[in-house]
């Protein structure tokens, strides 16, 4: 017997018995409504860890207005493609929803250098036509989610739904603390812990939900 063969199943077996596994593992969460367990559910699959289900925050009627973004067709908005890359072109395409960034293009470098500042602040900067109503999503730089707060503080940005989830050391800790001090709904990871698979996963989670919610 081949490994594939011994270990490898099919696509929905592997989403169904994951979900399973990770709902059996997931410490005490109290207080959440049934749609943010589905997305602590998701961002814990994605990141092979119960224990960041901890971490995970909500601002109140943030996943509903998520999926209310979702259902009126709102751009979703990343600040690398590793978080664009990780949302599923399936659900976006049943949603209706397109995805832009601006990580790597010519205008993002340009602006880098005539702002004197990061590739990440410039790309949401650059983004600035898409953001207002938009699903806002960081999973890499703490900057970029600095920029894009500094942009809603400042009246230049509207998004519908922010997920703040960049990981590192410098300033991200902080950016989420901002986030949540923004008027602004969120979805978070606290501290140092988040990433590009924890944010994609929980669009794809959001997706899911707003499907099912046209379903009924």
């Not at 592997?14 to 961002?43: F, H, K, M, N, W």
Request: glycine letters at 8%; one cysteine or more.
């Amino acid at each position: 017997m081949s490994l594939v063969e011994k270990y490898a199943l099919l696509p929905d077996e592997i989403d169904r018995r994951s979900i399973e596994v990770v709902e059996a593992s997931l410490p005490q969460l109290d207080g959440l409504t049934a749609e943010e367990r589905y997305v602590v559910c998701r961002i814990v699959r994605a990141e092979g860890d119960p224990e960041i289900a901890k971490a995970v925050g909500f601002s109140p009627g943030a996943v509903e207005r998520g999926i209310a973004a979702i259902r009126a067709r709102a751009d979703v908005v990343t600040d690398v493609r590793m978080v664009e890359v990780g949302i599923s072109k399936a659900l976006l395409k049943k949603c209706g929803l397109t995805t832009h960034c601006q990580i790597d293009t010519t205008n993002t470098a340009k602006r880098a250098k005539s702002d004197g500042t990061t590739r990440s602040v410039a790309a949401i900067r650059e983004l600035a036509p898409h953001l207002d109503g938009a699903i806002a999503v960081v999973g890499n730089a703490p900057t970029a989610l600095l920029a894009l707060l500094d942009m809603v503080k400042e009246g230049r940005a509207s998004p519908a739904l922010v997920i703040g989830m960049p990981v590192g050391f410098i300033a991200c800790a902080e950016s989420k603390a901002e986030l949540a001090k923004a008027d602004v709904p969120y979805i978070s990871i606290w501290d140092r812990r988040g990433g590009s698979s924890a944010a994609a996963a929980t669009v794809n989670a959001l997706l899911g939900l707003a499907l099912q919610e046209v379903a009924r």
